[in-house]
């Protein structure tokens, strides 16, 4: 059992950034993806960005592409979302989300933003871009 918790949102300007962060607790024996997802009002849930268990794998969807960055510190069970150039449309709640892929090394690169496939998620971070 994983426990997810986001923080890091708040109010923002346009142009501004933001780094979220999700620290994980629990155990498991499973190498396990964290992915960041958002949801604004009245839109479908949208995955942005996500890192591998080892690290050494980052995805980014278009929204996040040269914007965001994601990053992983597996010392303190937390991965960060670096999120620059902020714009209204960036307004949603922000989650976290953990894929467990197993305890075969050769899975400990593996990410996939699997949307509802996610195992664990957190209850989110609100993000508001606005002047």
């Known amino acids: 059992q994983l426990q997810l918790v986001e923080s890091g949102g708040g109010l923002v300007q346009p142009g501004g950034s933001l780094r979220l962060s999700c620290v994980v607790s629990g155990s498991t024996s499973d190498y396990y993806e964290i992915a960041w997802f958002r949801q604004a009002p009245g839109a479908e849930r949208e995955a942005l960005s996500c890192i591998s268990s080892d690290g050494q794998t980052t995805k980014y969807t278009g929204s996040a592409k040269g914007r965001f960055t994601i990053s992983r510190d597996n010392a303190k069970n937390t991965v960060y979302l670096q999120m620059n150039s902020l714009s209204p449309e960036d307004t949603a709640v922000y989650y976290c989300?953990?894929?467990?892929?197993?305890?075969?090394?050769?899975?400990?690169?593996?990410?996939?933003?699997?949307?509802?496939?996610?195992?664990?998620w957190g209850k989110g971070t609100l993000v508001t871009v606005s002047s």
């Open positions: 989300a953990a894929d467990l892929w197993g305890t075969s090394t050769v899975v400990k690169d593996m990410c996939e933003m699997r949307g509802q496939l996610m195992d664990y």
